[in-house]
């Protein structure tokens, strides 16, 4: 079976585990590496041995062009993933992406008519899409188990202003957003995967008076109306480590919960 040739791009963080489940995957080569800080490089050709003499690069667009590829993974700051996938598609390329997609609508539609127009798989790494608790809970709604959904609850903390200060991720020109637009998005995604509800209408909220020029706010909250007269709220932030806890109340008044707390490994789904 010929191996599917994997480019790197952006490799700190996130990508080191990307890139130790792609070594693990007898389907897939790490074919090459791109990151603008050497060190982000050096840390995970440390990490993973397997890694070998697979090249090296500080500008995704020379790996892009001298690499022969078939699919990128793109886990740089927000605003940078845009320019990054579209090349990618220019080159014929699969992408797997990191979230945010991109920071704006306008940039979303274009990266997804440039997938459609190439026919290459643009992905998005939500990776709660796979989780079983979640799926679990999809399907029944699905599956009409549960009725017609009334109100959904949504909270996510993860003292992620403390936990961020000082880096890109509280800068606007390369986070694109606070928390909201960060970790914040996985819990939108969820909400809309698992009940296959669209926003209607959106409330927006954030703190005034601590935002530095070019920072982010220090706490954002989101209310939105979805589809099908259901309220939901989205609060984010606050001093719990780490949690998120989703209640989605139905016609049969059954409240469904997941709770992940990260500290204790303990997803649970109930009903
Ligand atoms: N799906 C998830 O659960 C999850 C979890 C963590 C992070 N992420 C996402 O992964 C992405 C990266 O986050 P992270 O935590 O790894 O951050 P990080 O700061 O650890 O790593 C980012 C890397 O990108 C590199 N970089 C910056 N500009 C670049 C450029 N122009 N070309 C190539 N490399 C460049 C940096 O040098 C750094 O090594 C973000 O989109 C983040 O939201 C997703």
Redesign the pocket.
């Known amino acids: 079976m010929e191996k599917i040739r994997m480019g790197f791009?952006?490799?700190?963080?996130?990508?080191t585990g990307h890139i130790g489940r792609a070594l693990e995957m007898p389907e897939v080569r790490v074919a090459a590496l791109?990151?603008?800080?050497s060190a982000?490089i050096a840390r995970v050709k440390e990490r993973y041995p397997a890694l070998g003499e697979a090249p090296v690069f500080a500008d995704?667009q020379k790996m892009l062009a001298q690499v022969e590829l078939d699919a990128v993974e793109i886990?740089?700051?927000?605003t940078?993933?845009f320019e990054?996938i579209m090349a990618s598609l220019d080159r014929g390329l699969h992408v797997l992406t990191?979230?945010?997609m991109v920071c704006t609508s306008a940039h979303a539609r274009a990266a997804i008519e440039k997938s459609r127009a190439a026919g290459k798989i643009l992905m998005v790494?939500?990776?709660r899409h796979l989780a079983p608790q979640f799926r679990y809970v999809r399907n029944q709604i699905m599956a009409g188990e549960l009725g017609k959904i009334q109100f959904i609850s949504a909270l996510q903390d993860q003292n992620w202003y403390l936990g961020t200060l000082g880096?890109?991720r509280q800068q606007l020109s390369l986070s694109g957003g606070g928390q909201l637009n960060?970790?914040g998005s996985?819990l939108l995604d969820i909400l809309l995967w698992m009940t296959g509800l669209e926003v209607e209408e959106v409330q927006a909220l954030m703190a005034r008076g601590v935002v530095q020029q070019g920072m982010v706010p220090k706490v954002q909250a989101c209310v939105a109306a979805l589809r099908a007269d259901v309220r939901k709220t989205h609060i984010i932030d606050a001093a719990i480590p780490h949690a998120m806890l989703l209640e989605i109340f139905t016609q049969q008044g059954i409240g469904t919960e997941i709770i992940h707390d990260a500290a204790a490994q303990t997803p649970a789904a109930r009903r």
């Not at 791009?9 to 990508?15: M, P």
């Not at 886990?75 to 927000?78: G, L």
């Open positions: 791009i952006g490799c700190g963080g996130n990508a791109c990151d603008v800080n982000s995704y886990s740089t700051p927000h940078l993933h990054q990191e979230k945010p790494a939500y990776q880096t890109w960060d970790s996985h």
